[in-house]
């Protein structure tokens, strides 16, 4: 700023260097009176980042898979509990009747 002020023309010293201790001394009045500001809000939530469509597109293909496969199994393990092999059936007929009765 200094530098900037020695290239200008002045027609007189006295009254340039009057008028800028005036203008420094408005500069010191305004930096006085400043009062500090804290911005205390919470930062802005923006729309599109409220819900995150691609995590949930993925979770969502993640459930369907899981339920695909589930239905796999279980329509093998009920196509194994249908056929008569020798590892599912119940060799203990003695235990297969109800406890509950006298």
């Known amino acids: 700023m200094y530098l900037e002020r020695r290239a200008l023309p002045k027609s007189n010293k006295i009254t340039y260097k009057r008028y800028v201790d005036k203008c420094q001394q408005l500069h010191r009045d305004r930096l006085k009176k400043i009062?500090?500001?804290?911005?205390?809000?919470?930062?802005?939530?923006?729309?599109h980042l409220r819900r995150n469509l691609k995590r949930e597109q993925m979770m969502?293909?993640?459930?369907?898979?899981?339920?695909?496969?589930?239905?796999?199994?279980?329509?093998?393990?009920?196509?194994?509990m249908q056929k008569n092999t020798l590892d599912n059936k119940n060799k203990s007929i003695k235990y297969s009747h109800s406890l509950n009765k006298a």
Do not use: G, Q, V
């Open 35 to 47: 009062k500090s500001t804290l911005d205390n809000k919470p930062p802005k939530k923006h729309k």
């Open 60 to 80: 969502e293909e993640r459930f369907a898979t899981i339920e695909r496969e589930n239905r796999i199994l279980l329509s093998k393990m009920s196509e194994i």
